[in-house]
């Protein structure tokens, strides 16, 4: 199926979409094997996201992650158009639009096997685009860092109903609808967005979105933050038909995982 075709089929209309109710963590499509886009011949044969099954999937000693982020950041809070050539495009809610905060350069790093790369955004999916046999959360994080070489990895974080997050509620006080002006949020703990533990999943996939960009860096954490239901239900209620990308075929690429037996 051409991404065009599977964007319309996936997009509604904001006004008269109902928002998605509960928080299971189980989704009926959560069994359908990968779309569409590798199989149509599309960008390539390491994309992603993928699903992380135990027999793909082998324990190692991964380099350890030396998180730089910082806990009082200015991040300017703007939405991501797909849309912007289309007459409706404010109203529509295209799966691979988002909310985005963005970072000034230098302000969060994170280094591992020596390399530092930069944190230059972070932004949301609902529901997760990463599972975990057939586990989805409703919500993912992407905080994506670049190298002084242009080199991309993503850590994701994935978020669980529980207790308030206040850095996520402030962020979400700023979720900035299309075709409105960016709004600036200061005193972000960029670093209580993270999980304590730093375990993860480590694979070689592809952005998300077009132009689904191969050779990056994938770095699930293991452990999900929490938000509180209603902070969760705020985004949500922002992409009430989601906006994730399906998991995509793993091709022979093996998940290595530093989190212990599944
Ligand atoms: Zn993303």
Same mark, same amino acid.
């Given at each position: 199926?051409?991404?065009? /075709?599977? %964007? *319309?089929?996936?997009?509604? *209309?904001?006004?008269?979409?109902?928002?998605?109710?509960? *928080?299971? +963590?189980?989704? %009926? %499509? +959560?069994?359908a094997s990968a779309t569409s886009t590798t199989s149509a011949g599309g960008p390539g044969s390491r994309q992603s996201p993928i699903r992380i099954r135990p027999s793909t999937t082998e324990p190692a000693h991964l380099p350890t992650l030396h998180v730089h982020y910082p806990h009082d950041a200015t991040v300017t809070m703007t939405y991501v158009r797909e849309d912007a050539d289309e007459p409706d495009g404010c109203t529509v809610r295209g799966d691979e639009e988002t909310v985005r905060a963005e970072l000034p350069p230098g302000v969060? /790093?994170?280094?591992?096997?020596?390399?530092?790369?930069?944190?230059?955004? &972070?932004?949301?999916?609902?529901? /997760?685009?990463? *599972?975990?046999?057939?586990?989805?959360?409703?919500?993912?994080?992407? &905080?994506v860092h670049q190298d002084s070489s242009g080199h991309t990895l993503v850590v994701g974080v994935w978020v669980t109903p529980g207790p308030t997050n206040r850095t996520l509620g402030h962020l979400y006080d700023h979720l900035v609808s299309e075709c409105t002006a960016d709004d600036p949020v200061g005193h972000i703990d960029v670093g209580a967005l993270l999980p304590r533990r730093h375990t993860s999943y480590r694979y070689d996939g592809s952005l998300t979105t077009a132009p689904y960009t191969e050779g990056v860096q994938w770095v699930m954490l293991t452990d999900p933050i929490t938000a509180s239901p209603r902070q969760i239900d705020r985004f949500r209620a922002m992409f009430p038909t989601g906006n994730r990308r399906d998991v995509q075929d793993l091709n022979g690429r093996v998940v290595r995982t530093d989190r212990g037996p599944f």
């Amino acid at each position: 199926m051409l991404r065009t /075709s599977h %964007s *319309l089929h996936r997009r509604a *209309l904001l006004q008269g979409a109902a928002v998605v109710a509960g *928080l299971t +963590a189980l989704s %009926s %499509s +959560a069994g359908a094997s990968a779309t569409s886009t590798t199989s149509a011949g599309g960008p390539g044969s390491r994309q992603s996201p993928i699903r992380i099954r135990p027999s793909t999937t082998e324990p190692a000693h991964l380099p350890t992650l030396h998180v730089h982020y910082p806990h009082d950041a200015t991040v300017t809070m703007t939405y991501v158009r797909e849309d912007a050539d289309e007459p409706d495009g404010c109203t529509v809610r295209g799966d691979e639009e988002t909310v985005r905060a963005e970072l000034p350069p230098g302000v969060g /790093s994170l280094t591992v096997a020596g390399v530092t790369y930069g944190l230059r955004q &972070f932004h949301w999916h609902t529901p /997760s685009e990463h *599972l975990v046999v057939a586990r989805e959360y409703p919500i993912e994080m992407h &905080f994506v860092h670049q190298d002084s070489s242009g080199h991309t990895l993503v850590v994701g974080v994935w978020v669980t109903p529980g207790p308030t997050n206040r850095t996520l509620g402030h962020l979400y006080d700023h979720l900035v609808s299309e075709c409105t002006a960016d709004d600036p949020v200061g005193h972000i703990d960029v670093g209580a967005l993270l999980p304590r533990r730093h375990t993860s999943y480590r694979y070689d996939g592809s952005l998300t979105t077009a132009p689904y960009t191969e050779g990056v860096q994938w770095v699930m954490l293991t452990d999900p933050i929490t938000a509180s239901p209603r902070q969760i239900d705020r985004f949500r209620a922002m992409f009430p038909t989601g906006n994730r990308r399906d998991v995509q075929d793993l091709n022979g690429r093996v998940v290595r995982t530093d989190r212990g037996p599944f």
